[in-house]
């Protein structure tokens, strides 16, 4: 039985962290778009304002981020038929991320309020987790490009709607690779203090 609750304990851990990470990161995303849009004036390349962008910005996460929206539009952006096939693809994620994430919370406050123990995650795996990343890590941060590359060949193998063509899609013109590499630092950093909080618990 303790076996089993250790199991579920590192998974718990796991499934909240990567959660929290990707929820936080989406959050971020707004203030950060709004910066990146500012500094590097992309809203000139798609000859919008900048209110315009991130109003376009927010029917998007709207489409990838509430379960029952079915249909992506935006009133200034074109999006072909391969790029809302690829839009689908990151709501099913995105919306898996987001129900995990209540999940967890949901059973954080159960326990609290129970004064339940066995979600304390045991150092040595908190270690384990806080340096998992760090493999990845120098190639994120020296080449982000093909980090990017790679991870979309990870997580949406066999596929190649990725493969945003401006001219059809100009969301991606507004979607650099700056706004990309910090949202995926946000989740990062949120992911290492998630384990070297667990690392420090008494």
């Not at 849009?37 to 489409?63: D, E, R």
């Not at 954080?108 to 309020?113: D, G, H, N």
């Not at 987790?129 to 990870?154: E, G, K, R, S, Y």
Request: include cysteine; charged fraction near 15%.
């Amino acid at each position: 039985m303790n076996k089993r609750n250790n199991i579920l304990t590192i998974i718990y851990n796991f499934i909240f962290a990567v959660s929290t990470s990707v929820v936080t990161a989406l959050v971020a995303s707004w203030p950060l778009l709004f910066v990146f849009v500012l500094v590097q004036k992309t809203n000139k390349t798609v000859n919008l304002s900048v209110g315009q962008v991130m109003s376009n910005y927010n029917q998007l996460m709207w489409y990838l981020i509430w379960p029952f929206k079915r249909k992506l539009r935006m009133s200034n952006l074109h999006t072909s038929s391969m790029a809302a096939g690829h839009f689908a693809d990151v709501k099913k994620l995105f919306v898996l991320a987001i129900i995990a994430f209540l999940c967890c919370l949901i059973i954080l406050f159960w326990c609290k309020k129970r004064n339940k123990k066995f979600l304390r995650l045991n150092k040595v795996w908190a270690l384990v987790f806080l340096l998992l990343p760090v493999a990845i890590l120098p190639f994120a941060l020296t080449n982000f490009d093909n980090f990017f590359i790679t991870f979309h060949h990870l997580f949406f193998a066999g596929s190649n709607t990725w493969l945003f063509d401006p001219v059809t899609d100009p969301i991606i013109n507004v979607l650099t690779e700056g706004f990309f590499a910090s949202c995926f630092a946000i989740a990062g950093i949120v992911y290492e203090l998630y384990f070297a909080d667990k690392l420090l618990q008494k």
